[in-house]
């Protein structure tokens, strides 16, 4: 299988650009924009209450909840299909992951602000496994503390992107807003929370 390893210093990322092929990614895609049970959150920035700019679920073991920028999710219990691709995915990390935030993002206006995936729960050196269907996005990784350190690369339907070690505690990501069309796109965001 195919894999590149990103050349970023303090960070542990690996890229499986055709973890699935397209007929599989269409039909992921179509299965889980519709039993999916996604809601929209609020967020405050700046003193101010907004929609947040995409939809979410969170997925996984009974009684693990995950608490980000305010919200806390509790887990709806795993799908066959969620599982399914759990255990493809846990075999590549060699971890078993416990959980997922799924982000479905409608077109290019929704996205994910710079952030790292550093909460409590997640453990010391977070294993995040990230699986993209639909629309290839603009993903942009920048250092913490080395500000001119910056990477960015196109995620597109089918890929993987494992990210581990000292990665959150070195690096920020986001999904930026796009101007050009863009198709829906779903990230499943597989986490171990701990």
């Known amino acids: 299988m195919f ?10 990322i690996i890229l499986y ?8 990614c269409d039909r ?3 299965e889980l924009t519709q039993t999916i049970q ?12 907004l929609p947040q700019p995409r939809l979410t679920a ?12 305010g ?5 709806v219990p795993w799908t066959p299909t969620l599982l399914t691709l759990k255990e493809k995915i846990d075999s590549l990390a060699g971890v078993v992951f416990n959980s997922v935030l799924l982000n479905l993002y409608r077109d290019g206006n929704d996205s994910m602000g710079w952030h790292s995936d550093n909460e409590p729960e997640l453990g010391t050196n977070p294993v995040i496994g990230s699986i993209s269907l639909g629309g290839t996005r603009k993903f942009m990784l920048r250092h913490r503390f080395k500000k001119s350190l910056k990477y960015q690369l196109e995620l597109s339907s089918g890929s993987f ?19 050009r069309p863009v198709l829906p796109r779903i990230n499943l965001t597989f986490r171990v929370i701990t």
Do not use: C
């Not at 650009?17 to 599989?24: I, T």
């Not at 919200?71 to 887990?75: L, Q, R």
């Open 28 to 30: 992921l895609l179509t």
């Open 58 to 69: 969170w997925y996984g073991d009974p009684g693990k909840s995950y608490t980000y920028s």
């Open 38 to 49: 996604w809601r929209q959150d609020w967020i405050t920035i700046y003193g101010r209450s």
């Open 3 to 12: 894999t590149v390893s990103l050349p970023l210093p303090d960070a542990d």
């Open 71 to 75: 919200i806390t999710m509790n887990a």
């Open 161 to 179: 992107l494992l990210m581990q070690g000292t990665t959150q505690h070195y690096w920020q990501h986001q999904v930026p807003k796009t101007k």
């Open 17 to 24: 650009p055709s973890l699935f092929d397209q007929p599989e």
